[in-house]
């Protein structure tokens, strides 16, 4: 139901823009957020998207990326600019339901590497 898209190799200072495309049920009322995990670490936060439209972002990408979603076209996107080396990481899109307390729909994962 989560299908994301987009990674790949990128030297450090690039761009990349992951997609998610959402199927099988109406996401427009559902709380979207990508999460990364990098090898070895915990998988964290990068950025979420609320039902409105209101944005939150991990410190560490904060100026750097930016979340957005098209419910017409039923994708979220994450924008990422000036990687770094530390944005290694495989990155997940993941759906809240409405009146859940957790991200609870998780798509398959698509690898970002970022060479120096």
């Known amino acids: 139901q989560l299908q994301a898209s987009g990674g790949g190799l990128v030297q450090a200072g690039g761009s990349l823009r992951l997609s998610c495309a959402t199927s099988?049920?109406?996401?427009?009322?559902?709380?979207m957020g990508w999460f990364r995990q990098a090898p070895g670490k915990e998988r964290e936060v990068v950025a979420t998207?609320?039902?409105?439209?209101?944005?939150a972002y991990a410190d560490s990408v904060k100026g750097r990326f930016t979340i957005s979603r098209d419910n017409a076209k039923n994708t979220v996107y994450l924008q990422m600019n000036s990687l770094k080396p530390e944005d290694t990481a495989v990155y997940y899109c993941?759906?809240?339901?409405?009146?859940?307390?957790?991200?609870?729909?998780w798509g398959q994962g698509t690898l970002v590497t970022v060479s120096s």
């Open positions: 099988g049920r109406t996401f427009s009322s559902y709380d």
């Open positions: 993941a759906a809240q339901a409405p009146r859940s307390r957790r991200y609870d729909i």
């Open positions: 998207v609320n039902w409105s439209g209101g944005t």
